[in-house]
């Protein structure tokens, strides 16, 4: 089992931007890829950004691209997303997320995750 602990959420004026930190603790050597994901009032959560461990690989979703930026180290095991740009529509609860599924960062499916933060609230005034 992998515990995971987000930071950094918060209120930022549109045009704003945010870092948020994960730290993954217990099993994390096992983790094939981490990432970002949210959920605003409403809507289903949605995938943000991913890394994969063994090449560093990442995927963004299009509605952040050239905004987020996911970063991390694998011997720390933690990773990071800044968030430049920001718009009233980045408002959510984000969480982390790591899984030991292969492949996973082509889809970023959410089913394949199997640990979880507890989320952090970043919220996007106008």
């Known amino acids: 089992q992998v515990q995971l602990v987000e930071s950094g959420g918060g209120l930022v004026q549109a045009g704003g931007s945010l870092r948020l930190s994960c730290a993954a603790s217990g099993r994390a050597f096992m983790t094939d890829t981490m990432g970002w994901f949210r959920q605003a009032p409403g809507k289903e959560r949605e995938a943000v950004a991913g890394?994969?461990?063994?090449?560093?690989?990442?995927y963004y979703a299009d509605s952040v691209k050239g905004r987020f930026t996911i970063s991390g180290d694998n011997a720390k095991n933690t990773i990071h997303l800044q968030m430049n740009s920001l718009k009233p529509e980045d408002t959510a609860v984000y969480f982390c997320a790591a899984t030991t599924i292969r492949r996973t960062i082509m889809t970023m499916a959410a089913r394949n995750f199997g640990s979880w933060g507890q989320g952090t609230q970043v919220t996007v005034s106008s």
């Open positions: 890394i994969k461990w063994n090449d560093y690989r990442t």
